[in-house]
């Protein structure tokens, strides 16, 4: 009997699970008093774009956004609860498509700079788009995506720069190589 081959081998699924699992570990252990909207962007990106970078096929982040909104809502940790599973999916979706779009080039700091400031802004839209479909006023919405944008630049993009130095280090030491999983 012939066993047909998935789309992701079981290192590969190891792997993003584990770095999914990681997104939720670093969101309840990193709490920092900061008050600053998108704050936690910066340690969302590091895993992300590493498991991106490292499996390098489409779906890959999306898998790790979905494994750390399944254990953000399972707990209850976000303040959406069972809606946060989409902040976290929107976090992914936007990787991926960043990824896709520069070819998984991410230990280029332009691309994973670039890419974590599109996931945090688009993770930013989903939870206003949530927090409109559950009722808040629109005018206390739009008062707050001001600074929240901003905000939410600054440290995905720092946690994409992160990322992209923590990548390069990596292959220069040759954990992981042009196509790791081949």
């Known amino acids: 009997m012939r066993m047909k081959k998935g ?5 590969e699924i190891a792997l993003l699970s584990l770095l999914g699992a990681l ?4 969101k309840i252990v990193l709490k920092l008093p900061v008050h600053v909207p998108g704050h936690s962007g910066i340690f969302w990106m590091i895993p992300l774009i590493l ?4 499996v390098k096929k489409p779906g ?24 946060d599973i989409f902040e ?5 979706i936007a990787t991926d498509i960043c990824g896709y779009i520069f070819s998984y080039r991410f230990e280029n700091p332009f691309v ?9 802004l688009f993770r930013m839209v989903v939870n206003y788009s949530v927090q409109l479909l559950l009722g808040v006023q629109g005018f206390f919405i739009i008062l707050g995506i001001g600074l929240s944008s901003v905000s939410n630049i600054i440290f ?21 190589g042009e196509d790791e999983t081949g």
């Open 88 to 92: 976290y999916l929107s976090i992914g």
């Open 51 to 54: 498991g991106l970078a490292i």
């Open 23 to 26: 997104i939720f570990v670093l």
């Open 112 to 120: 994973s700079v670039l890419t974590g400031v599109c996931a945090n």
């Open 7 to 11: 789309y992701f081998s079981l290192y």
């Open 60 to 83: 890959a982040a999306t898998y790790m956004g979905l494994i750390s909104g399944i254990l953000t809502s399972f707990f209850g940790i976000g303040a959406l609860h069972v809606f």
């Open 156 to 176: 995905g993009g720092l946690g994409g720069l992160i990322a992209a130095l923590l990548i390069r280090k990596l292959m220069t030491a040759g954990v992981i």
